[in-house]
């Protein structure tokens, strides 16, 4: 297992239309996060998974937005509408709460899914 | 709610230099994690080290090490013989008990030849 993938990694859309991005974490991976990140800020926190739970959602997340992780494998993450404002890099990380030493409770972050809204 | 602060958006070091990158947090928590995140341009960003709280000791990893002041509240990123591949963004970020993590804005290293 090669690391976290994010697809696509570049999309572009007009605005008020859906968008769906997917995230593969690393392999036995338990927990799945996914972030927003603009230009020039640090990652912000939309939400977690444990297996296929999603445990927290932030309240930066409106309600146009959705994520899935059906099988506590991948997981997609849906904005709905979009708008210009949702235009930022998109990224997803994965942890594990196994017993290597220095990979427990360490996330793994993927390449990121920029979108841009037109 | 936890806070991450990077209070230098802008930092310089000569190839060979040591420099220091600093961050505070904000948490009434005992228990949690600090880390530090490199983001090169264009590219994905990469752990460079992590501290457990419970740990006295201060982490280090190579060239990379961290000056962790639990009652400060401060957790400061050294980098040893910098070298250009140090150039990026670095990012400082907190882990709570339930598995959120808080980014601050992030320092951008130039390492100068």
């Known amino acids: 297992d090669t690391g976290v993938s994010q697809n696509p990694r570049h999309k572009i859309t007009k605005r008020g239309q859906n968008v769906t991005f997917r995230c593969d974490p690393i392999?036995?991976?338990?927990?799945l996060y996914w972030y927003r990140q603009t230009l020039g800020q640090g990652p912000e926190f939309l939400t977690y998974?444990?297996?296929?739970?999603?445990?927290?959602k932030s309240r930066l997340l409106s309600d146009r937005f959705s994520a899935e992780r059906p099988k506590g494998s991948f997981s997609t993450l849906e904005i709905q509408r979009t708008e210009q404002g949702d235009s930022a890099m998109y990224l997803c990380?994965?942890?594990?709460?196994?017993?290597?030493?220095?990979?427990?409770?360490?996330?793994?972050f993927g390449p990121g899914t920029r979108l841009t809204v037109l | 709610a936890q806070t991450v602060t990077q209070s230098q958006p802008e930092m310089s070091v000569q190839e060979a230099e040591t420099v220091t990158l600093s961050c505070t947090y904000d948490t009434s928590e005992s228990d949690y994690y600090l880390f530090w995140y490199k983001q090169p341009p264009s590219r994905q960003m990469i752990l460079v080290i992590r501290?457990?709280?419970?740990?006295?000791q201060n982490a280090t990893e190579n060239r990379f090490s961290v000056n962790f002041q639990k009652a400060a509240k401060s957790f400061s990123l050294k980098i040893s013989d910098s070298q250009l591949g140090d150039a990026a963004m670095y990012f400082c970020?907190?882990?709570?008990?339930?598995?959120?993590?808080?980014f601050g804005t992030g320092t951008s290293l130039t390492v100068i030849p």
């Open positions: 970020a907190y882990r709570n008990t339930g598995n959120q993590f808080y």
């Open positions: 990380a994965s942890s594990t709460r196994g017993r290597v030493r220095r990979q427990k409770d360490t996330q793994y």
């Open positions: 998974f444990q297996n296929e739970a999603q445990l927290e």
């Open positions: 501290q457990e709280a419970y740990k006295q």
């Open positions: 392999s036995e991976h338990n927990r």
